[in-house]
């Protein structure tokens, strides 16, 4: 399976946890496109950034490009029907202050006991941390995204994480491109797989250990 289409059931996935009424705030990368596969059922959701924006829109075409409206990702955007706008400290009293319903984040390491490595490689440059840390605490609930293995086929679901963490038992749900976990008191439950997947692969691409929930 190419990777495009390995995302593709990544973010469909995730999508899923979207429901009215949230308040959602989106990482970098891939959990931006999240918003795209929303299901039409859904309503009154609101997109917020940490530079101060709650109320995202889609992506603009060209002639609604404008260089002021940009995401915590220096992305241009557009903004909905009713978005606000406001400083940064206030944005960040939001997430600390429990408003944030629903993070969905990229990972680059998850271990098994619900800690997050998202933020940094030693000895790359970094622009910065950006508000991971805080919304991995903040929010109501934190949901992972990322591919199972990384490009050399080592498992990216450890016992431990070897990365700079950014949060330690703050993960509720991971989403891989081969299963779907959840996280509780420290442990780990193997609750969904995806779609073509066994469950013999997840044991081999999982250098954590994890309980089985399967139904």
Known sequence: MDKKTQRQKIIRRAAQEIKSNMVINLGIGMPTLVANEMNDHVENVYFQSENGLLGIGPYPSESEIDPDLINAGKETVTAVKGASFFDNADSFAMIRGGHIDLAILGGMEVSQNGD?????????????????????????????????????????????????????????????????????????????????VTLEEVIAKTEAEFENQLK
């Open 116 to 196: 997050l490595a998202n933020y940094m490689i030693p000895g790359k440059l970094v622009k910065g941390m950006g508000g991971a840390m805080d919304l991995v605490v903040g929010a109501q609930k934190v949901v992972v995204i990322m591919d199972h293995v990384n490009k050399y086929g080592e498992s990216k679901v450890k016992k431990k994480c070897t990365l700079p963490l950014t949060g330690t038992q703050v993960i509720t749900r991971l989403i891989t491109d081969l299963a779907v976990f959840d996280f509780k008191d420290g442990q780990m439950w193997l609750t969904e797989l995806q779609e073509g």
